[in-house]
């Protein structure tokens, strides 16, 4: 079990190093959307050389639209408003508004799948919604924070949470390298207008290699190996380690901070998380 634990934490450490590391990328003169771009597509030779091996890369027809439309929303949409949020509002501001995703997840679900919003759910959306604001009124570094960056950050955690609603179509009955496979070129081609290719420091593409390896396929492929260890609830928050990793890298490498009432808010969307999954894990014992 020990194992299990270990492994999800690496994953959670991995994925906290998304926003510095496309900062990284973003200061050496690479945009935001060719970051995202960049990543889907390094990541795509691994998962494709991985479903290759386990002789997994063929997907029905009315599975292969949903995959494309998965990659539209869940690759071209998460990978592409995540930067773009670090881009704004930087690293921290960006992982903490990702993590609104648990709440996203509770509405969609009522709405689409038919479960129960029950009063741990609400309480959990209402502390979502109180933490937005207290970042939104707080701010970062300065006091300051852009309009964008709250649009930005909020995409993603939608985005994110439609991962999981797509996840019980598809990744259900395929594994994740298949799925991968197909959606990652799907939302890397929808990228290609934002933004014009040009030459980029070895640096640009030293961050988005390691984004691609490390923070996509690695990251992944540790969670998914925990999972067969632990609960799923108990991987979930520790998975909610991320945004704190990410704030400190954040706070370490580029001098990122909260306000007070931006910090209060942080803690009341990460207690939201908590709170979601908690809740879940109540309903099913």
């Given at each position: 079990?020990?194992?299990?634990?270990?492994?999800?934490?690496?994953?959670?450490?991995?994925?906290?190093?998304?926003?510095?590391?496309s900062?990284?990328?973003?200061?050496?003169?690479?945009?935001?959307?060719e970051?995202?771009?960049?990543?889907?597509m390094?990541?795509?030779v691994?998962?494709a050389?991985?479903?290759?091996?386990?002789?997994?890369?063929?997907?029905?027809?009315?599975?292969?639209?949903?995959?494309?439309?998965?990659?539209?929303?869940?690759?071209?949409?998460?990978?592409?408003?995540?930067?773009?949020?670090?881009?704004?509002?930087?690293?921290?501001l960006?992982?903490v508004?990702?993590?609104?995703?648990?709440?996203?997840?509770?509405?969609m679900?009522?709405?689409?799948?038919?479960?129960?919003?029950?009063?741990s759910?609400?309480?959990?959306?209402?502390?979502?919604?109180?933490?937005?604001?207290?970042?939104?009124?707080?701010?970062?570094?300065?006091?300051d924070?852009?309009?964008?960056?709250?649009?930005f950050?909020?995409?993603?955690?939608?985005?994110?949470?439609l991962?999981?609603?797509?996840?019980?179509?598809?990744l259900?009955?395929?594994?994740?390298?298949?799925?991968?496979?197909?959606?990652?070129?799907?939302?890397?081609?929808?990228?290609?207008p934002f933004?014009?290719?040009?030459?980029?420091?070895?640096?640009?593409?030293?961050?988005?290699?390691?984004?691609?390896?490390?923070?996509t396929?690695?990251?992944?492929?540790?969670?998914?190996?925990?999972l067969?260890?632990?609960?799923?609830?108990?991987?979930?928050?520790?998975a909610?380690?991320?945004?704190?990793?990410?704030?400190?890298?954040?706070?370490?490498?580029?001098?990122?901070s909260?306000?007070?009432l931006?910090?209060a808010?942080?803690g009341?969307?990460l207690?939201?998380?908590?709170?979601?999954?908690?809740?879940?894990?109540?309903?099913?014992?």
């Amino acid at each position: 079990m020990f194992t299990g634990y270990a492994l999800v934490v690496l994953a959670a450490l991995l994925w906290g190093m998304i926003g510095p590391l496309s900062k990284y990328a973003f200061q050496a003169g690479m945009p935001p959307v060719e970051v995202a771009f960049w990543r889907a597509m390094l990541a795509w030779v691994l998962y494709a050389g991985h479903a290759v091996a386990l002789r997994r890369v063929v997907i029905g027809g009315r599975d292969l639209a949903l995959v494309a439309v998965f990659g539209v929303v869940c690759i071209f949409g998460l990978f592409g408003s995540y930067v773009l949020a670090v881009q704004e509002g930087g690293a921290a501001l960006a992982s903490v508004l990702l993590y609104t995703a648990p709440a996203w997840v509770a509405l969609m679900a009522w709405k689409i799948l038919d479960e129960r919003l029950t009063a741990s759910k609400l309480a959990a959306v209402a502390a979502t919604i109180l933490g937005v604001a207290g970042i939104s009124l707080g701010g970062g570094a300065g006091g300051d924070l852009s309009t964008g960056a709250v649009f930005f950050g909020l995409l993603s955690g939608v985005t994110y949470a439609l991962y999981y609603i797509f996840g019980k179509a598809v990744l259900a009955r395929h594994a994740t390298p298949t799925v991968f496979l197909y959606a990652l070129p799907v939302g890397a081609a929808c990228m290609l207008p934002f933004f014009d290719f040009g030459p980029r420091p070895p640096s640009a593409w030293i961050s988005c290699a390691v984004l691609a390896a490390c923070s996509t396929y690695g990251a992944y492929s540790l969670y998914y190996a925990g999972l067969r260890r632990i609960e799923a609830s108990r991987a979930a928050v520790i998975a909610t380690i991320e945004p704190v990793v990410a704030a400190l890298l954040a706070f370490s490498f580029f001098g990122e901070s909260f306000t007070p009432l931006g910090y209060a808010g942080s803690g009341l969307i990460l207690a939201a998380v908590l709170m979601t999954i908690l809740g879940g894990r109540r309903a099913c014992t």
